[in-house]
């Protein structure tokens, strides 16, 4: 399907006071619209840093991230923050529903926000809510949901604008095995059903190694990547 994101040479520091923290070391990856990547490690080895450059939360140090062969970070602010909204959904390991609105209002948010018309929001929500299993749960608030249908929702929600980029934090981080494995499952059945890309932040080998490709972050650099090594960090 082609390439649809390419890091090169990323570097993300940390000043603490009078320290530096060298947190990401020249990382480069490539990234097949449509696939399937599970990224792994120890803790502290720079996967969420990595995971927010490449969703554009955060600008590295140095590096570029190219999506679609434009470098997202010649972008201005606003730009950058349009370009995320638009393309790149996420989830996170902690799900971060407002409480005071139902599934189907948690859901139907960034529709809203981006000022779509709010019964074209709500046909969104309701259908994404469906497609998570979540269909009869519509009016219910987060209090009233489990853990695993808390991280639906939000699975749900960060699909609404349709993004062609997934990417999940330790998405199953809080949840027991076989609610990890449900999430899991539902991750992959959205993954193909929408022909996403897909990138999912795991301390869980066996789920990891149930995606189309695993790489591995130590120490800030990356290793199983078919990319080169990156080059020193200025």
Do not use: W
């Amino acid at each position: 399907m082609g390439k649809l994101l390419e890091v090169r040479n990323l570097c993300k520091t940390y000043r603490t006071g009078p320290n530096t923290v060298e947190v990401l070391k020249g990382v480069n990856l490539d990234l097949e619209a449509g696939s399937t990547v599970a990224l792994v490690g120890a803790s502290g080895a720079g996967k969420s840093t990595l995971l927010q450059l490449v969703g554009a939360l955060d600008r590295p140090s140095s590096g570029t991230v190219s999506f679609g062969g434009v470098d997202i970070f010649s972008k201005n602010d606003r730009e950058l923050a349009l370009f995320r909204n638009k393309s790149i959904g996420f989830v996170f390991q902690f799900h971060h529903l407002l409480p005071e609105f139902t599934a189907l209002e948690n859901v139907m948010m960034p529709a809203l926000i981006a000022r779509r018309p709010r019964e074209e929001a709500r046909t969104i929500a309701a259908g994404l809510l469906s497609d998570v299993g979540l269909g009869h749960r519509l009016t219910h608030r987060p209090g009233e949901l489990s853990g695993g249908e808390q991280q639906r929702v939000a699975i749900a929600r960060a699909l609404a604008l349709s993004p062609a980029l997934l990417l999940a934090d330790e998405p199953t981080g809080n949840l027991d095995m076989k609610t990890s494995e449900d999430i899991h499952g539902v991750l992959a059945e959205l993954q193909r059903s929408r022909g996403l890309t897909l990138v999912v932040v795991t301390h869980n080998e066996r789920l990891a190694a149930a995606m189309g490709r695993v790489v591995r972050l130590t120490d800030g650099r990356l290793e199983q990547t078919s990319t080169s090594p990156g080059e020193a960090c200025p």
